[in-house]
């Protein structure tokens, strides 16, 4: 690693690690080495079966994260018991399957506040913290497809997901060389949060994808284990990885 990098995580937090891609990427990160601080509103048997068996390098919560008393609460506890916190994974979110003009100001209040308020919180904590006690890290947004190409029922979760990606290019040149911060925006997977799409527009994505297939979660975790771990200059940058669906 040349002197001018930004060190690799050792431990990270991922918000939504309890299912889907979050809980992906907790084990992907588990199992290249790193300790692992997660949190949902509630905890699956998959992650409480992984932190049982890693009790040293896993730490789950049940946590709202527009709690913002219990999520500061359990980044204290995740330091105290993994050791401070140098890398922030943000992806918990939640769907959206309405038209805007049937999405009621209180849902479309709660999409906001769920995708785009928190997770900036989430990173205003981390980043505090991280940068008073001295140390340099790494910010990966799980943002979407949908912030650059349109999808019905999707306007106020698009939007969300394209101000964290506006919000990751100013953060960039705020930070300096403090903190690489960067996006990966995946095409559409099968998920809780996609089950709400029928066979006709899951085949619809998959007619007009080049490569002939949805995204998987693991054809992502690769690319947000290099933005954590590897020695790179990659910093405000939004990653597509849809197989040029969206292109
Ligand atoms: N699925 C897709 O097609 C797709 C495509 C592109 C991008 N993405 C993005 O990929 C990320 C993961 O999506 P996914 O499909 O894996 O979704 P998912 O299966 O619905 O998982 C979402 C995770 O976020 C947590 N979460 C939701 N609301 C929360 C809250 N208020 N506080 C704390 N945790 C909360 C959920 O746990 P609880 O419900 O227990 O809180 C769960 O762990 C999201 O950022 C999503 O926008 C998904």
């Known amino acids: 690693m040349s002197e001018q990098c930004v060190p690799p995580a050792s431990v990270v937090l991922v918000s939504g690690g309890s299912r889907g891609l979050g809980l992906s990427i907790v084990e992907d990160l ?38 913002r008393a ?9 330091e105290s018991s993994l050791g401070p916190i140098d890398a922030l994974v943000n992806n918990a979110a939640i769907g959206q399957d309405s038209l805007h003009v049937h999405t009621s100001p209180d849902r479309l209040a709660n999409l906001i506040e769920v995708n785009l308020t928190a997770p900036l919180l ?8 991280m940068l008073a006690g001295g140390r340099r890290g790494r910010i ?19 939007a969300t997901k394209g101000g964290m990606e506006a919000a990751t ?11 690489l911060v960067n996006c990966v925006a995946p095409g559409f997977f099968a998920s809780e949060m996609s089950a709400v799409l029928g066979t006709d527009q899951l085949g619809a994505i998959v007619r007009r994808t080049p490569t002939g297939h949805l995204t998987e979660p693991a054809e992502v975790l690769p690319v947000i ?23």
């Open 140 to 158: 990966v947004n799980v943002t979407s497809i949908c912030a650059r190409r349109g999808f019905p029922g999707l306007v106020a979760y698009s």
């Open 70 to 78: 219990a999520t500061t609460e359990f980044v204290r506890t995740a």
């Open 169 to 179: 290019r100013s953060l960039a040149r705020e930070l300096r060389d403090r903190a």
């Open 30 to 67: 588990v199992g290249s080495g790193l300790r692992v601080a997660t949190f949902a509103r509630s905890i699956t048997p998959e992650l409480a079966k992984l932190a049982d068996a890693e009790p040293d390098r896993v730490l789950a919560g049940a946590v709202d994260i527009t709690d």
């Open 225 to 247: 284990r290099m933005l954590l771990l590897a020695d790179t200059n990659i910093h405000g940058q939004t990653i597509t990885i849809d197989g040029a669906a969206g292109s």
């Open 122 to 129: 989430l990173t205003r904590l981390v980043l505090r913290r």
